[in-house]
């Protein structure tokens, strides 16, 4: 049998479009936006100017993909669509889904793969921090990344977190929640700390948090202001000249016994399918990839961190 060719392994390479391309149609549409008052098909259809059984057949299909609900003949908004799927709500993310699922961005990814030209970074790190701000496996596991790296939240001294390129800052604002004595400075640009400051709030650590909207690439970080720092998923973004000059300004800012935390996919002698993927997906968006734990631990010594240990898959830490 294993000499037969699989179809299954053809049947996936293309089943996961149908979803994406779906919720493509309904955000062009529009659908989500009607629906935030209780409506029937034909009262979507009059609204976005299209078929009463097309729009029926569509919002039928993101009932039972748990998007929408139904009671009799009216549709409505679930908690998470009414959050992030109606246009000019805070935390919309319809803007993500279309870049993500547009033609032209795998028409630049295949002119990508034939010049050698990745295109320019073009995420939306906006909505992308909006969707993240809500995650709820995310404090824990966190707060898990955290002991790993020796970090107690019970610790009763004080401590200043830097978090570079901070997000929403979910990963430290796990840790400011579990420990009153942390300080956390937030840095990124302005749109993505407006995220930043709303998690703060709804997550009631407002005092604890300091916002400092500026460029990773040139911030003056400071010498010895910092007890710990946090890099989250910014690292495989940056080329081995960007992070050695990022770590080196991490390193001045640290005090003398500092930590630096790094959370990011660390690639491996043989790729996953999704580190693979990874890969892929990061050198054709602005060049990037996923860089090795031995790569970060020649930089982070060059630099003059004194230990740097690898924690999982992808967290290490460098104490100075
Ligand atoms: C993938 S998100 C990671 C967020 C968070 N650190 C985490 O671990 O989930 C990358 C973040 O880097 C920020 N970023 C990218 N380039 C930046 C720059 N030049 N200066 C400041 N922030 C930047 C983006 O705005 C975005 O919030």
Same mark, same amino acid.
């Given at each position: ?151 107690r939240p019970e610790d ?9 390129a901070s997000g929403c ?17 937030? $840095?990124?640009? =302005? +749109?993505?700390? #407006?995220?930043?400051? %709303? @998690? &703060?709030?709804?997550?009631? *650590? !407002?005092?604890?948090? /300091?916002?400092?909207?500026?460029? $990773?690439?040139? =911030? +003056?970080?400071? #010498?010895?202001?910092? %007890? @710990? &720092?946090?890099?989250?998923? *910014? !690292?495989?973004?940056? /080329? ?15 005090? %003398? ?40 631990r020649v930089w982070l ?20």
């Amino acid at each position: 049998m294993n000499d037969l060719p699989n179809p299954d392994l053809i049947y996936d390479l293309f089943g996961g479009i149908f979803k994406p391309q779906f919720i493509r149609i309904a955000l062009l549409l529009d659908v989500f936006t009607p629906l935030a008052r209780p409506s029937t098909a034909e009262q979507v259809a009059q609204a976005c100017r299209a078929d009463s059984t097309g729009i029926q057949t569509l919002l039928d299909y993101f009932v039972a993909a748990q998007i929408l609900e139904k009671h009799g003949d009216r549709y409505s908004l679930t908690l998470t669509a009414e959050t992030f799927l109606v246009r000019g709500r805070k935390a919309y993310a319809g803007d993500m889904l279309l870049d993500y699922t547009d033609p032209k961005m795998y028409d630049s990814i295949l002119e990508s793969i034939c010049t050698g030209q990745p295109r320019s970074l073009n995420e939306n790190f906006v909505q992308d921090a909006w969707l993240e701000s809500y995650s709820q496996t995310r404090i824990p596991n966190s707060l898990e990344m955290w002991k790993a790296a020796g970090v107690r939240p019970e610790d009763k001294k004080p401590l200043r977190l830097l978090d570079l390129a901070s997000g929403c800052a979910i990963k430290s604002f796990a840790l400011a929640q579990a420990s009153p004595n942390l300080r956390v400075t937030c $840095l990124d640009s =302005a +749109d993505v700390l #407006d995220v930043a400051r %709303d @998690l &703060a709030a709804r997550m009631d *650590i !407002t005092s604890s948090v /300091t916002l400092l909207p500026a460029d $990773l690439f040139t =911030a +003056d970080l400071g #010498d010895s202001l910092f %007890d @710990l &720092a946090l890099v989250g998923q *910014i !690292t495989h973004y940056l /080329t081995p000249a960007q992070n050695r000059d990022l770590l080196r300004r991490i390193h001045a800012a640290l005090t %003398d016994s500092g930590t630096l935390v790094i959370d990011c996919p660390m690639s491996k002698e043989t790729h996953t399918e999704s580190s693979a993927f990874l890969n892929l997906f990061l050198w054709s968006n602005g060049g990037g990839t996923a860089h090795s734990f031995e790569s970060y631990r020649v930089w982070l010594k060059e630099v003059g961190f004194q230990s740097v240990t690898q924690l999982s898959e992808r967290w290490l830490k460098a104490e100075k």
